[in-house]
């Protein structure tokens, strides 16, 4: 049994004697809210599904993986109406041909606003957010909703920005049922290359500024009032421990990657190196590389978010056609 799996097996909210409960639909959006409190876990699974699904015609999901940051999929607004996040544009990009669903992480509570400093981030989401434990908590989510009237069980895609990325490529390992997963922006090789060659290109020295932070993340991985780059030590612990690449390479899912080349935050230097590893393991994908586009994945004279929105068109449709 893989680290993976044996931390899915200890930890994965199980479904025997939880409660899946509806908490109606979010006030001017598309979706229904819902959530899992099983006996034993200290926080409930929060979840959202876009409304219209009909038992009589079984839709495959669409699974959002959010980047960096502990805000809700709809928080802030007027009226009572709260602002939706990306979310939103991805059951846009989807349609009406399958079902988008988000999650939110551990700890973070529905409407939370993003804090000025992720040092802020509520309690509990600085003390359970870990990889292993994100990715339980939306294999949770994703059993959950499969065994949901309108959902077809038999096609899932998992789909992830920045480090959305790396989350939805280990969710495609330890939640079952999950066929397709896409890392947008998400790099390749381990974060700390990536944390070294930002901190290098905005004229940073990476042994003051990067592996120094990580020795003392070494030295204390368990960590959660201590931070390096905006996170906790014991949340780069769990990171660190794995990379887009290994990953892939252990995904029996479809997979999809796209990046930029003009990406200042994941050098399109990994993403090179991701594609070249996996082709010379004989590991097929889908690799896209946009040349002048940035981080989200914008081309020059664009606005944001045209660009993701585009690349989760084309994502969506390749998952409805494989």
Known sequence: MTRAFMFLALALP????AAVVPEGVVPGHAFDRYTITTPGQPTAVTFYLSTGADPA???PLVVWVQGTGCESHFSGGQGGVPTGGLLTLVRTAAGQDVIAMGVEKPGVPYLHAEPRRLQDCPADFLRDFTLDHWAATIAAAIAAARALPGIDPTRVLVMGHSEGGIVAMRVSNVAPGVTHAASLAGGGLVYLFHIAEYVRGTGGNPDEDVYRCWAQVRAAPTAIDRFCWGGTYRQWASFMATSILREALASRARLYFVHGSADSQNTITGFDALRAELSAAGREAVFERLEGADHALDLPG???PEGLQA???????WFAAR
Request: overall charge positive.
């Open 14 to 17: 199980t479904l025997s004697g």
């Open 57 to 59: 015609r079984p839709r």
């Open 302 to 304: 664009r606005t944001p």
């Open 311 to 317: 690349t989760f068109g084309r994502v969506v449709r």
